[in-house]
């Protein structure tokens, strides 16, 4: 069992730039969720999707932040343009949707926007 | 709103040292309740769950009990290893399916 993928695992970026997180969620979980952590605020939900379908979006910072899952396989978050308020750990997670079923994290990709 | 406030680290024992850190927790309904372990450079892995009231979470020697009365899931462990030494988040699902809302991380650095 692969787990949750996330990729890159570092990024480093100048202000201004393009910056896109990739993830792949554990073969059949229809759930996925984007989470931000960082000192000050913590872990926080950006976006989650069920069947791909974004059903809750309140976390996304603004319109610099961009979500999707163009299939159960794959999902993006963009930021464009980056600044440096956006240096954090991005966490994707997954699970089956519905119950009380476990949410799994990938191991997070580190964004540091200079 | 929804809302978990935790044990502000770091908490720092010697080996074998009895551990609490607190949970309170602000939510309507009947939450389900978790806590997540996050060891260096890795994502988060569920240590232990509850899902209703007076329910024990337990797993590798740590426990945490559902209180409704108090809204607390209080993490202990009676003797704690190096090898616990991570950083514990506290977090509730007001319902199933929906995110996860976390606390802000304790930090526990357990020393031999």
């Known amino acids: 069992d692969a787990g949750v993928i996330q990729s890159p695992r570092h990024e480093v970026t100048e202000m201004g730039q393009e910056v896109t997180l990739r993830c792949k969620p554990i073969?059949?979980?229809?759930?996925l969720f984007w989470y931000r952590q960082t000192m000050m605020r913590g872990l926080e939900l950006l976006i989650y999707f069920n069947n791909n379908v974004p059903i809750d979006d309140s976390g996304m910072p603004e319109d610099r932040f961009s979500a999707k899952m163009p299939n159960a396989s794959f999902s993006t978050l963009k930021i464009q343009p980056s600044e440096p308020r956006d240096s954090a750990v991005y966490f994707c997670a997954s699970s089956l949707q519905g119950g009380d079923n476990e949410q799994f994290f990938g191991p997070g990709t580190r964004l540091t926007v200079l | 709103g929804n809302s978990v406030t935790q044990t502000e680290g770091p908490v720092t024992l010697s080996e074998e040292a009895f551990l609490t850190i607190n949970c309170t927790y602000t939510a309507t309904g009947y939450p389900s309740l978790f806590w997540y372990v996050q060891y260096p450079g890795e994502g988060l892995q569920l240590l232990l769950k509850a899902t209703k009231a007076d329910d024990k979470g337990s797993n590798k020697g740590f426990e945490a009990t559902y209180r409704k009365e108090t809204t607390s899931f209080h993490l202990e462990k009676g003797s704690v290893q190096v090898s616990d030494s991570a950083v514990y988040f506290c977090?509730?699902?007001?319902?199933?399916?929906?995110?996860?809302?976390f606390g802000k991380g304790t930090t526990l650095s357990v020393s031999s």
């Open positions: 073969s059949g979980h229809n759930s």
């Open positions: 977090a509730l699902r007001r319902q199933a399916g929906t995110a996860l809302i």
